[in-house]
């Protein structure tokens, strides 16, 4: 496992760069169509600012009603959409569909880039995921800024596979892979695992991603909670009893609750020393993460929680 060095950027304030596709979730349900701004780099970040976290979103919006949209609800959770993120043209959109157990199925118009040139401030946390990760010629960009950063700002992940959208299989798994050796934690859903991993029990997918380097690897299992690991331990969460509206923005709310956790407790300098994280505290960092997503899950749409719901 590598060792990566974190240079002193005298900073008095910790930090998140989100980087990922802003849309509009046209969710379809029995009562008609209703949008909601979604995408999931847009919903962790929504998610950080409203744990107080400072946090600022590069993504692409078009100069529609539905950008519009977008930005007032980032302003209204205190995100700063940086300039570089607008564009002439429409929004991006995925109408998802409400399957009988709340889950969503995605059927996407989208359209991902970022400009060559782009002046960013330092961060103390990077995170990037999704649709981001694969959808060219976006997705190249991305990687570069990751590696780029991954000197001066601790890398998190999630990459949240959309299989209608991403290509060759053994390919975004060599792509995935290849990110791996500058991230320090990552998160992946079950259903995320399953794509990228067939028939591999969850423990030893996690065991699989550690050995690549992140200090922290973490699969979401649902209503079952969630399992984290790192190089000394491997711990099963149980998620907290709730009446489910929707999983919308589940996933998403938790990545959130675990990069807030690398902003204002001692975890960002644990992955930033390659500490090893044993049970309890891999059990603490689960704990909170899933309460986060526990009320995001309680609501329709992905509708986080702000830090005095907690």
């Known amino acids: 496992m590598q060792q990566r060095g974190m240079q002193q950027r005298g900073m008095q ?4 760069l989100v980087i990922g596709e802003a849309l509009i979730d046209i969710v379809a349900t029995a009562e008609g169509e209703q949008d909601h701004p979604g995408g999931s780099p847009y919903n962790v970040a929504i998610t950080l600012g409203r744990l107080g976290d400072t946090v600022s979103l590069l993504t692409a919006i078009g100069d529609d009603a539905r950008g519009a949209e977008i930005t007032a609800r980032l302003e209204e959770s205190s995100v700063e959409l940086l300039p570089a993120s607008r564009r002439s043209g429409p929004t991006s959109t995925a109408l998802a569909v409400l399957q009988p ?4 199925r995605y059927v996407f118009d989208i359209d ?17 995921g999704s649709i981001a990760l694969s959808l060219e010629p976006g997705a190249s960009r991305v990687a570069e800024l990751l590696r780029e950063r991954s000197g001066d700002s601790l890398i998190t992940l999630d990459p949240n596979i959309r299989p209608a959208l991403v290509g060759d299989h053994d390919h975004e798994v060599a792509r995935f892979e290849a990110l791996l050796e500058v991230v320090d934690l990552v998160k992946l859903s079950d259903e995320d695992a399953a794509w990228l991993y067939p028939g591999l029990a969850p423990a030893k997918v996690l065991s699989r991603l550690v050995a690549r380097g992140p200090g922290l690897a973490v699969m979401t299992l649902g209503g079952a909670g969630s399992l984290l690991a790192s190089s000394a331990a491997v711990i099963e969460v149980p998620a907290p009893a709730t009446i489910v509206a929707d999983t ?4 998403d709310s938790y990545m959130g609750a675990l990069i807030h956790q690398v902003l204002t407790t001692s975890l960002g300098m644990q992955l930033r020393r390659r500490s090893e994280l044993w049970g309890e505290e891999l059990g603490a960092i689960g704990a909170f993460a899933s309460k986060v997503a526990a009320i995001t899950v309680s609501r329709r749409g992905a509708n986080p929680p702000r830090l005095a719901e907690l």
């Open 13 to 16: 304030q910790s930090t998140a």
């Open 101 to 104: 157990d709340g889950s969503a």
């Open 112 to 128: 991902w880039s970022l400009p060559a040139r782009l002046a960013l401030a330092p961060s103390t946390v990077t995170h990037a």
């Open 248 to 251: 919308i923005g589940a996933g």
